[in-house]
Each structure stands twice: as C-alpha cells, then as structure tokens.
C-alpha cells in the first residue's frame, strides 16, 4: 500500500514541477533588472534572494523555500560559489534529482530503494555546491596577500582607492579580479566604496578579506595609515595561509585513507559483479536489497567523519 501512494505522490509532485518550468520559461525578466544584477546591484528584492534572483518568477518555490527558513543561507551559499542560479531554481533542481532518483529506484526495486536512491541523489548538488563554495574561498584567500600588495603599490603610487580597486582588475586573475570588478562596476553606478566591498566580503565569506574591508572601512571613517595596515594584514594573512598549507601536507595520509576507504568497498563490488554476476546477484535481490544501502550509507558517513576530523580551523 505504501510504495503505490508514495509512487502517486511523487508523479503528482512531477506534474507540478513541469507545469511550473514551463510557466518559468514562458516568463520574461525586467532586462534592467537583469543589467543591474550583473553588476552585482541589488534591485529592492528581499535578503534572501541572492544574485538578482526575481521573487515573481518562482512564486510557489520561493514560498516553500522561505517557508522551511532555507532562504537566507542558500542564497549566501549560492552567491559565494558563484553559480549562476537563484535559490528557487536551486531548490527545483534538488527536487527533480530527487524525484528521477525515487521514481527509478521504485521502479527497480520497490518503495525503500526508491526513498534511498531519491535521498542520494537529491544531496548530490547540495554537495556540489558545497565543494565548489569551499574551492572557491579557498583560491580567493590564497590571492589575498597578491590583492594587498598591489593595493599598497597603488595607494603609494598616488592612486586613488577607485583606481587602486581598477589596478586588481586588470592585475589579478580569478576569482578575485571577478570581484573586485563587480566593486568596481557597482561604484561607478554611484553605490559608496564601503557598501560595495561589504557586498563583496558577504559574497566570498572569507575571514581574511573580512579583516581587510574592515580595516579600509576604518580608515574612510577616521583615517589612518591605510598603507601600513595593509602591509601588517598582509603579513598575517601570509602567516595563516602558509600555515593552512603546511597542515594540508600533515594530513594528507589522513584525507587519503578517507578517499580509498570510501570507494575501495564500491569498487570491490563492481569488479566482482563483472568477474561474477551470480556471486553477486543475490545481494541486490529485494529482500537483502537494504543491506548494500546500509552499507553505502555508512560508508558516506564514515568518509564525512574522517573529512571533518582533518578539517583543523586556523
């Protein structure tokens, strides 16, 4: 009774969710909404709607999402990996993953693999926009002491911090030169150099640059030797980041047993089911089809605790 009425909620749901994505192409944005929100320029939408995402064109995913308090940080996430979507279209597309997952594992092997592979499929762009998320803050954190030696030079050398800000962006390659000329795009429309690098430091969600922009945000308030505080923050952040360095080296034994714990069990089982079908055949029969669940389930468990036990905060 369970699998037909689970089996009639989720095709209900995929119904909906076409419906839905046709009316979403149908629509039409404003295109000075969409100019301004390439340049980084908020357009009055709520908080939680990051990167020029439009409220009316989602109106049934963009309550659902609010509804469940997901809104906030999905749109920080999404807006400090740098994807190109809105947090509705984000959360449509875990949806469907998690939809196609269901529908095909009820269809091979009843309700309880339909939940599992719906589950696992769903956290697969949660995951990804995690690892691209923590890549991306990664490599702007290791241009941060590039960005204020050239920030020193400029300054120094008479420019302003508006020309200074135009120097990195012809200067440094990405992520940072992609920022930094989106600060320089929203000053040029007339936002203030404070608001512009806060927007900034809140897209890449890095400490380090936190610590900048607070430092330049001091200075337009009471002055100061912006000069030589750049110079002091720069050597920190040197400091941390070859100290980063040096404990990713110290625990790469560790992060490496994670990696083959975690995919020698998978791969076992794909050699010996093209070495010897019938050996394994019985262990995906519906009645024992639980126990490689469980199994990859525990492995995905075990490999986040063993990523989490490496991951040591400086």
Same mark, same amino acid.
Request: aromatic letters at 6%.
């Given at each position: 009774?369970?699998?037909?009425?689970?089996?009639?909620?989720?095709?209900?749901?995929?119904?909906?969710?076409?419906?839905?994505?046709?009316?979403?192409?149908?629509?039409?944005?404003?295109?000075?909404?969409?100019?301004?929100?390439?340049?980084?320029?908020?357009?009055?939408?709520?908080?939680?709607?990051?990167?020029?995402?439009?409220?009316?064109?989602?109106?049934?995913?963009?309550?659902?999402?609010?509804?469940?308090?997901?809104?906030?940080?999905?749109?920080?996430?999404?807006?400090?990996?740098?994807?190109?979507?809105?947090?509705?279209?984000?959360?449509?597309?875990?949806?469907?993953?998690?939809?196609?997952?269901? =529908? %095909?594992? *009820? @269809?091979? !092997?009843?309700?309880?693999? $339909?939940? #599992?592979?719906?589950?696992? /499929?769903? &956290?697969?762009?949660?995951?990804?926009?995690?690892?691209?998320?923590?890549?991306?803050?990664?490599?702007?954190?290791?241009?941060?002491?590039? =960005? %204020?030696? *050239? @920030?020193? !030079?400029?300054?120094?050398? $008479?420019? #302003?911090?508006?020309?200074? /800000?135009? &120097?990195?962006?012809?200067?440094?390659?990405?992520?940072?030169?992609?920022?930094?000329?989106?600060?320089?795009?929203?000053?040029?429309?007339? =936002?203030?150099?404070?608001?512009?690098?806060?927007?900034?430091?809140?897209?890449?969600?890095?400490?380090? /640059?936190?610590?900048?922009?607070?430092?330049?945000?001091?200075?337009?308030?009471?002055?100061?030797?912006?000069?030589?505080?750049?110079?002091?923050?720069?050597?920190?952040?040197?400091?941390?980041?070859?100290?980063?360095?040096?404990?990713?080296?110290?625990?790469?034994?560790?992060?490496?047993?994670?990696?083959?714990?975690?995919?020698?069990?998978?791969?076992?089982?794909?050699?010996?089911?093209?070495?010897?079908?019938?050996?394994?055949?019985?262990?995906?029969?519906?009645?024992?089809?639980?126990?490689?669940?469980?199994?990859?389930?525990?492995?995905?468990?075990?490999?986040?605790?063993?990523?989490?036990?490496?991951?040591?905060?400086?």
């Amino acid at each position: 009774m369970v699998g037909p009425l689970l089996f009639g909620v989720l095709l209900a749901l995929g119904v909906l969710l076409a419906f839905v994505a046709t009316w979403r192409m149908l629509d039409a944005r404003d295109p000075i909404e969409a100019r301004l929100a390439s340049f980084g320029i908020a357009t009055g939408a709520a908080p939680t709607e990051a990167k020029g995402t439009r409220r009316r064109a989602w109106p049934l995913m963009t309550r659902i999402v609010q509804g469940l308090g997901l809104g906030p940080g999905l749109a920080a996430a999404l807006s400090q990996a740098d994807l190109p979507l809105t947090v509705p279209e984000f959360a449509l597309i875990v949806l469907l993953a998690g939809f196609l997952g269901s =529908v %095909l594992g *009820m @269809l091979r !092997g009843g309700a309880l693999l $339909g939940l #599992g592979l719906g589950f696992m /499929l769903a &956290v697969i762009p949660i995951v990804y926009l995690r690892s691209r998320q923590a890549k991306r803050k990664r490599q702007f954190t290791e241009q941060i002491p590039d =960005v %204020l030696t *050239m @920030l020193v !030079g400029s300054l120094r050398a $008479g420019h #302003g911090m508006s020309q200074a /800000l135009g &120097v990195l962006v012809d200067q440094l390659p990405p992520p940072a030169s992609v920022e930094f000329r989106r600060v320089t795009r929203a000053i040029s429309l007339g =936002v203030p150099t404070q608001r512009a690098l806060n927007d900034m430091a809140d897209r890449v969600g890095s400490d380090d /640059l936190d610590l900048v922009v607070t430092a330049i945000n001091v200075q337009f308030e009471l002055g100061g030797n912006l000069t030589q505080t750049l110079e002091t923050i720069g050597e920190t952040v040197r400091d941390r980041i070859r100290m980063k360095r040096q404990i990713r080296v110290l625990t790469s034994q560790q992060r490496l047993t994670g990696y083959i714990l975690a995919l020698l069990p998978v791969g076992l089982a794909v050699v010996l089911n093209l070495l010897n079908p019938e050996y394994m055949r019985p262990l995906f029969e519906r009645r024992l089809l639980w126990f490689p669940m469980l199994g990859l389930l525990m492995e995905i468990a075990g490999f986040l605790v063993i990523r989490r036990i490496v991951d040591i905060e400086v």
